[in-house]
């Protein structure tokens, strides 16, 4: 797989927008960029993905630059709930294994 | 509730006493997966499963058997756990939403052999 990368981490304050970016410059076309989540103590959950166009849906929204080698989760208020590590994963489908997590961005928010 | 469990949540063992960790998830998915989550190293990947009776290594499937009889189910087996084996466990099922496999994990299970 084609790896990501993200900053370690990140701070936010409450009812803020967060932007957390992701580079994978050595993308292929027919990878998807998969965004999961984990919360402390919880398995990781799904966020988002997309493929070439801006994606948005009730948790976030995900914008894929043109050249695709770069793409920024964003959170439009961030809550205390949504302080997790945010995890930016390319994949495949025609791949028979599933997605490889990195080191993530863990994202604080400040009340 | 769709939802992938797993059981037990917590267990402490001894090096050596064989134990299953199960899964099962009620949304019909053909696809599962295992995954070992560790300090600094993240989440890898032991086994997965892409229907019945169909199950392929993972990154890191050494020390790990597991089965597929039926859909909803896909256990872990450590025939001989050892210290190194203590990590967090999570199951995952997965299915196509928009074109791509999207996975739904269980809340996973804290294995500490000792």
């Known amino acids: 797989d084609a790896k990501t990368t993200q900053p370690n981490s990140m701070e936010s304050n409450e009812e803020e927008p967060v932007h957390l970016p992701c580079n994978h410059s050595t993308i292929s076309g027919t990878d998807y960029i998969h965004w999961y989540r984990q919360l402390p103590s919880q398995g990781p959950e799904y966020v988002i993905h997309g493929l070439t166009s801006n994606v948005n849906n009730r948790m976030a929204s995900l914008a894929i630059a043109e050249d695709r080698k770069s793409s920024t989760l964003i959170l439009h208020r961030a809550t205390l709930r949504d302080a997790a590590v945010y995890y930016c994963?390319?994949?495949?489908?025609?791949?028979?294994?599933?997605?490889?997590f990195g080191g993530g961005t863990r994202l604080m928010v400040k009340p | 509730e769709a939802q992938v469990t797993q059981n037990p949540r917590y267990l402490i063992t001894v090096t050596g006493k064989k134990l299953t960790v199960t899964c099962s998830q009620n949304m019909n998915h053909e696809y599962m997966s295992w995954y070992r989550q560790d300090p600094g190293l993240g989440l890898r990947q032991i086994y997965y499963?892409?229907?019945?009776?169909?199950?392929d290594k993972g990154d890191v499937p050494e020390g790990y058997k597991v089965s597929r009889k039926e859909k909803r189910n896909f256990p872990l087996i450590l025939e001989s756990p050892s210290p190194n084996q203590t990590s967090l466990y999570f199951c995952a099922s997965s299915t196509w939403l928009s074109g791509a496999n999207v996975l739904t994990f269980g809340a996973g299970s804290r294995l500490t052999v000792l």
């Open positions: 994963i390319l994949r495949n489908n025609n791949a028979g294994n599933m997605l490889t």
């Open positions: 499963s892409m229907n019945v009776e169909v199950t």
